[in-house]
C-alpha cells in the first residue's frame, strides 16, 4: 500500500509539472489537494473565510465573487472563461489538468475548447448511472440488491396499486434530484395524491420503504477495483436542522457496522464494481445503502465526487492511508495498482468523526445575519478559538464550524453552516443535542 508520500511522488511524476485545477463554486470541495500537491490551483465562484484562510497559506486562490468584480459566472463550466486570461499570464498551459466537482456537458465543452484534461468521469456516465431511472435499471440488471421498485410515469400509478404491492409506506423518487429534494416518503393518500397532480407526467421511481440506518460508501474505481474511502452513517430528518423529512442533515463514521454487515456490503460492493468495470468507469463515486438486520440494500449512487470527500480524505491521512481525493487524480493519471484489501481494510474501521449541516428550514430564500466566522470553537461556550478549516485542528471539546458569509442569500433547504467533530454521538447513537444547539443558534 503506498503511504501519502510515495503516491504524491508517483502523482508528481506522471504529471510532470502540469498544472492542476480544482473548479468548483465553493473551494471546499478542493480543500486538501494543495496540501499534498504542488502547483495547485483553486478556481471557485463562492466567497468564504476559507478562500481567505488559503490565500494567507499562500495558497492559489481564483475566487470570482472576490476577485473579479462584475462577473456573470454561475457554474463551474462559467468559471473557465478565466482560462485564456491565466494562459497569456503564463499560469496555464495546453494540457494542463482541471477537475470539477461535479461534471456536466458544458464544462466538458469549456475544457475541451481550452485545451485541459479532464479528471472527470464523462458527463453521458455520469447521468446514466446517477438518474434514478436508468440506475435501478442498470442494478437489476447485475442482481445488485435494491428495495423493491417499480419504475413509470406517475400518473401511471395509484396510491392503492402503491399500497398494495409495497404496503402502506413507500417512497417516490424523481428522475432528478440531491440532498432529498428529490425523494418523498408517503404513507397516505393524502400525501401522495397532491404530488401526483402536481408532477403527473415525472418518470419516478418508487420504492418499498425499508426500514434500517442509511450510510453512504465513498469510493474510487480502479483498475484493480472499487477503493474504499470511508463509511459514514447518515444523519436525517432532524425538524431543528431541516424541513425535509428525507433530507440529510450530516452523518459520522462511528458507522456501526458489524462484521456480516461490512461483508455483505462487499458483496454488494463486487456487483458495482462489475458494472462500472463494464462501462469502463474510473475515478470518485458514492453509494447510499440501507442495512435491515444483515441485508444492505443499495438505494442511491451518485456518480461524482461526493460531498464528504473532502472530509474524508482529511480523515484518510489521519488514518495513515491514502487519501481518496489523491487517489482519484491518481487513477486518472495511469497510477492504477493498489493493495485493495488493505486499503479498504483500514478504510472501513470506525472513527470517531463527524457532521451536522445547518439547512434553511424556511420555504423562502434566507439572508445570513450572524457575523461567526470559520474556525474552531468550544462546544460548551460557543468561544473562537482560532481560524482553521481543518478538523484536525479540534481538541477534545472543540468543535470546527464552517459558515457562509454575512449577508449570503440560501435557497431553502440551503446549508447555512456546517460543524465536524470527534464525538458527535450519545450512547444510543443519536447526535448530542449539544451539535444541534449549537447549530440553531448561529443565525438567530
Known amino acids: 500500500m503506498y503511504n501519502l508520500e510515495e503516491l504524491v511522488s508517483k502523482i508528481e511524476q506522471k504529471r510532470n509539472g502540469k498544472t492542476i485545477l480544482y473548479v468548483s463554486n465553493e473551494v471546499e470541495h478542493g480543500v486538501g489537494l494543495s496540501d499534498y500537491l504542488e502547483n495547485v490551483i483553486h478556481i471557485c465562484l463562492k466567497h468564504s473565510n476559507t478562500v481567505d484562510y488559503l490565500k494567507e497559506e499562500g495558497k492559489t486562490v481564483i475566487c470570482f465573487d472576490s476577485d473579479i468584480p462584475n462577473h456573470t459566472a454561475r457554474s463551474s463550466a462559467d468559471l473557465l472563461q478565466i482560462i485564456p486570461t491565466l494562459k497569456e499570464q503564463g499560469i496555464v498551459s495546453d494540457g494542463d489538468y482541471v477537475q470539477t466537482f461535479k461534471i456536466s456537458p458544458k464544462f466538458e465543452f469549456e475544457a475541451e475548447t481550452h485545451k485541459l484534461v479532464i479528471l472527470n468521469t464523462s458527463s453521458e456516465l455520469n447521468q446514466l448511472f446517477e438518474r434514478k431511472v436508468s440506475q435501478a435499471n442498470l442494478f437489476e440488471k447485475e442482481l445488485v440488491c435494491i428495495p423493491k421498485t417499480r419504475i413509470g410515469q406517475l400518473d401511471t400509478f395509484s ?16 428522475d432528478r434530484g440531491h440532498t432529498g429534494s428529490g425523494t418523498r416518503f408517503i404513507s ?3 400525501e401522495f395524491k397532491p404530488i401526483s397532480e402536481k408532477f403527473p407526467k415525472r418518470s ?3 420504492s418499498e420503504y425499508v426500514e434500517g440506518d442509511t450510510y453512504s460508501v465513498n469510493c474510487c474505481m480502479s483498475s484493480s477495483g472499487v477503493l474504499i474511502g470511508g463509511i459514514y452513517r447518515q ?14 442533515v450530516g452523518g459520522t463514521f462511528q458507522h456501526g457496522l458489524l462484521g456480516s454487515q461490512l461483508d455483505a456490503l462487499g458483496v454488494e460492493l463486487l456487483k458495482i464494481e462489475k458494472l462500472l468495470g463494464n462501462y469502463s468507469y474510473k475515478g470518485l463515486f458514492g453509494l447510499d445503502f440501507i442495512v435491515s438486520d444483515d441485508t444492505v440494500y443499495i438505494i442511491e449512487m451518485n456518480a461524482r465526487q461526493q460531498m464528504t470527500v473532502a472530509f474524508n480524505s482529511h480523515i484518510n491521512v489521519m488514518q495513515k492511508i491514502p487519501p481518496l481525493n489523491l487517489l482519484h487524480i491518481a487513477v486518472f493519471l495511469g497510477i492504477d495498482t493498489f493493495e485493495i484489501e488493505e486499503i479498504n481494510r483500514y478504510s472501513t474501521r470506525e472513527i ?11 420555504d423562502s430564500v434566507l439572508k445570513v445575519s450572524h457575523e461567526k466566522k470559520t474556525g474552531v470553537y468550544s462546544l460548551e461556550t460557543g468561544e473562537f478559538i482560532k481560524t482553521s478549516y481543518q478538523f484536525s485542528d479540534c481538541s477534545e471539546g472543540e468543535i470546527l464550524l ?19 467533530g470527534r464525538n458527535l454521538l450519545d450512547e444510543n447513537g443519536f447526535p448530542l443535542k449539544s451539535y444541534i444547539d449549537f447549530l440553531t443558534r448561529i443565525n438567530q
Open 159 to 174: 396510491y392503492d396499486d402503491c399500497a398494495e404491492y409495497f404496503g402502506n409506506k413507500f417512497v417516490i423518487q424523481f
Open 188 to 190: 397516505s393518500e393524502e
Open 204 to 206: 419516478v421511481r418508487i
Open 235 to 248: 444523519i436525517t430528518g432532524i425538524p431543528e436542522l431541516t424541513s425535509n423529512r428525507g433530507g440529510t
Open 352 to 362: 470517531h468523526a463527524g457532521q451536522l449541516y445547518l439547512r434553511n428550514t424556511h
Open 402 to 420: 464552517l459558515t457562509q458569509l454575512k449577508g449570503t442569500s440560501i435557497k431553502p433547504e440551503g446549508e447555512v453552516a456546517r460543524i465536524q
